[in-house]
């Protein structure tokens, strides 16, 4: 007998971003699911381009509905699609959506999370206010520009707002704000075949804010600083008048004109500029919204989708970073047949997370995935500006990384920029390239 098989199609959306559509199938029972629809930038060739995308989704399901559709987390480049196409995805019928437990305005966790962090991001809008037209990093700013507010209304990104809040719409008839932990089986014609757990984003700030990889937590240790400890963050928040200094110790130049400070005038020559620290908690504050703007891809709804008539496993972790990994091990699951190492034994897709950066897959826990049939899949561009860019370019997918996984599944790596398949590669089923549109692989 035929078991249940999974098409996974990989939208290029032609810059760094996730647009994932999942067809489930048995006999002539399908199921349909849409995870994220965003990317990056949102110039005018971006949303002609997602709005293209929508419209195939809508082409493809014909007048069958997406029965589940997920929103993993509030980054543009997950969730600017639902925005910039919006018309489209109301005119798609939705069964049941999910979004994270941290989207739960009832969720008391959520709370005390988004109190955290607002401290944290109103102390870096004051920085970038008290600091308008001066000298202003340009990393900051950008960081600043992209921070999230966890839907907090008034000063939100807009666009992640909007889809967010067309999310919370289109599922309205069954809106589930998802934890590690719980199980459902998928709305539609194949609930007994297919059911989907939750492995994050873990109920814990700790775990949150646990973004940067150890020397054991990445396969490519080089490129894995610790940048701001989360530590700081959290002092950062406790700190008087949400100033990243506390103001007791911080003087103006003004207050030197009155006294005789010996050697106001060296610190004044612009020789000596270098040796000015006024400048200096630029860096620690870029590092910060850096920090929490990873902080935002470790609250990640991650999702195994689990094929029951063949105990396999589909892998989709959002841009899930080390303290979302870490907490996989320790989830107390509702269902107790269900466990954590067996989802990783039986994986047979994994969707690489964050685009394949250093600190988003693992090894402790992803070395568990040794399923003879896996299949990778990097939603990744090489020609996305943040990667060729000559300043500071993201390594996407990170090299050792990158390795690892072509050697894992024998060379089944399929990317966004892929345009043939290489011949030397064995498939139980050839993927399908369309040029232009997506990548796309069919368990069998
Ligand atoms: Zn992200
Ligand atoms: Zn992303």
Redesign the pocket.
């Known amino acids: 007998m035929t078991k249940t098989s999974a098409k996974i199609r990989m939208y290029k959306v032609g810059e760094l971003g996730d647009c994932f559509l999942l067809t489930f199938g048995k006999a002539k029972k399908l199921s349909h699911v849409v995870i994220d629809c965003g990317s990056f930038r949102n110039s005018s060739k971006s949303k002609t381009r997602l709005r293209k995308i929508a419209n195939h989704i809508k082409e493809t399901i014909g007048q069958n509905p997406v029965d589940l559709l997920v929103g993993?987390?509030q980054?543009n480049?997950?969730m600017s699609g639902f925005a910039h196409a919006e018309d489209i995805f109301r005119d798609i019928t939705v069964n049941q959506v999910f979004l994270s437990w941290l989207d739960n305005p009832k969720d008391k966790l959520r709370g005390k999370v988004l109190e955290e962090h607002k401290k944290i991001v109103s102390a870096l809008r004051d920085i970038q206010k008290a600091n308008k037209g001066v000298n202003m990093d340009k990393t900051l700013k950008d960081a600043l520009n992209s921070l999230i507010d966890f839907g907090a209304k008034g000063d939100g990104p807009v666009l992640t707002n909007k889809a967010t809040e067309l999310l919370k719409e289109l599922g309205q008839n069954d809106i589930e704000y998802v934890s590690p932990g719980m199980s459902y089986s998928l709305p539609g014609d194949l609930s007994e075949l297919v059911k989907v757990h939750v492995l994050g984003p873990p109920r814990s700030y700790v775990s949150l804010k646990d973004t940067s990889a150890g020397k054991k937590e990445t396969y490519d240790p080089h490129l894995s600083f610790l940048g701001v400890k989360a530590d700081a963050l959290n002092r950062v928040a406790k700190v008087e008048e949400n100033y990243p200094f506390n103001k007791k110790y911080t003087r103006k130049i003004s207050d030197f004109n009155s006294v005789d400070f010996e050697g106001y005038q060296e610190y004044q020559n612009p020789k000596f500029k270098w040796r000015n620290i006024d400048n200096d908690w630029k860096s620690m504050a870029t590092g910060m919204a850096l920090h929490l703007?990873s902080m935002?891809?470790n609250t990640?709804i991650v999702l195994a989708f689990e094929l029951v008539d063949s105990n396999r496993y589909l892998l989709f972790v959002?841009?899930a970073q080390t303290g979302n990994w870490n907490s996989w091990t320790n989830i107390k699951w509702e269902d107790e047949k269900v466990s954590t190492d067996d989802i990783l034994e039986n994986t047979v897709f994994y969707k690489v997370g964050?685009h394949g950066s250093h600190n988003a897959t693992q090894p402790q826990v992803f070395e568990k995935a040794n399923h003879p049939d896996l299949i990778a899949m990097i939603p990744v561009d090489k020609s996305d500006p943040n990667l060729t860019k000559s300043y500071h370019p993201w390594k996407m997918p990170a090299k050792n990384l990158n390795k690892r996984l072509h050697d894992k599944t024998e060379g089944r790596v399929l990317r966004m920029d892929d345009t043939k398949l290489d011949r030397k590669v064995n498939w139980t089923k050839k993927p399908k390239i369309d040029k232009n549109l997506f990548v796309e692989v069919e368990i069998i």
């Open positions: 993993t987390h980054h480049d997950h703007d935002t891809n990640s959002g841009d964050h």
